[in-house]
């Protein structure tokens, strides 16, 4: 009989090699909105009690819309506590993406309420003077407390691109999120970009296949 493969979830591997080294106030931190052709880039930081796990946490990218709401709640619930960075397109557009995900995640990593010993980032690009951490590539896929911020971020940046939805209509913010479907680049070619459409990206980029094919980078 064939037995089953068992999908990978994030675990508690990292946190537990330095929870046995005396840390105990371990942040993960994490973006969304990358990849978008406008909004902001929002990172979200997330500290948990030691030893605290969430049944279902994984990398937002791996969850439904309804199920990441559920965990959302949860998290903010059971953390310590949750800071949100969120830079603007107008920064994207004057910095650049990469470096505006740096700082939305410094940002957030700043506005914890409890001071972390060490971050755990998604990726290899975040950096601190005064803070250990540590990047974990593929990491909101590894870590628990990294897919934790993951899903804050996604669940953060989706609500504000439903708003931005209530003052610019004719784009469909709040199917695509700012994502290069091919509904959002008709638009745009029909009625050109709006106010917080990013300048500094190209248009139009190529299409996706789907209104459901919305990658987070």
């Known amino acids: ?43 979200a930081a997330v500290v948990f009690p030691q030893g605290l796990y969430v049944d279902g946490v994984n990398d937002s990218k791996k969850l439904s819309e309804k199920r990441r709401e559920a965990l959302y709640h949860a998290i903010y619930e059971k953390a310590l506590c949750v800071g949100v960075g969120i830079v603007s397109h107008e920064v994207i557009d004057r910095i650049n993406i990469f470096q505006a995900s740096i700082l939305a995640m410094r940002k957030a990593v700043e506005r914890l309420t409890v001071e972390p010993q060490i971050v755990l980032a998604d990726g290899n690009c975040f950096t601190h003077e005064s803070i250990r951490f540590q990047n974990i590539v593929h990491g909101d896929g590894l870590s628990f407390t990294i897919a934790a911020a993951s899903i804050i971020a996604k669940v953060t940046r989706d609500n504000l691109m439903r708003e931005y939805h209530e003052e610019f209509p004719l784009y469909g913010f709040d199917r695509h999120k700012g994502y290069g479907t091919k509904r959002h680049l008709e638009a745009i070619r029909r009625h050109g970009p709006c106010q917080i459409h990013r300048r500094s990206f190209r248009m139009p980029v190529p299409v996706m296949a789907s209104e459901s094919e919305v990658p987070r980078l």
Do not use: C, H, Y
């Open 1 to 43: 009989m064939t037995r089953k493969r068992r999908t990978q979830v994030p675990s508690l591997e990292f946190e537990n090699v330095l929870w046995k080294e005396g840390i105990d106030a371990i942040a993960g931190v994490d973006e969304a909105g990358r990849g978008p052709l406008a909004g902001p880039v929002v990172a």
